[in-house]
Nanobody
């Protein structure tokens, strides 16, 4: 059974940092693209960042320069380092994995999501 399990969410004040982790199990994801989407209350789900097996990355314009995605392929884990957090970053963040590197939500596997709350 394939699972993506997120951790590291929580509450932080504006300007603070959080690091999200996503542990994948059930298959080898070393060849897969992995990334993050988020959804805020009352808003549509949006792309945040993604990384492929060669380290190529894409970021949403809203997080460029503040968020960094990385991966540990040997351990099937992807990370999202979030710095200079803003209240508008408040959302449920979901880990994704798929065979194609894309900014669209066409990923094969999705985690349950984890809450990130940024207070002003």
């Amino acid at each position: 059974q394939v699972q993506l399990v997120e951790s590291g969410g929580g509450s932080v004040q504006a300007g603070g940092s959080l690091r999200l982790s996503c542990a994948a199990s059930g298959r080898t994801f070393s060849t897969y693209a992995m990334g993050w989407f988020r959804q805020a209350p009352g808003k549509e789900r949006e792309f945040v960042a993604t990384i492929n097996r060669n380290g190529i990355t894409y970021y949403a314009d809203s997080v460029k320069g503040r968020f960094t995605i990385s991966r540990d392929s040997a351990n099937n884990t992807v990370y999202l380092q979030m710095n200079s957090l803003k209240p508008e970053d408040t959302a449920v963040y979901s880990c994704v994995a798929g065979s194609v590197l894309t900014t669209r939500d066409h990923y094969d596997y999705w985690g349950q999501g984890i809450q990130v709350t940024v207070s002003s």
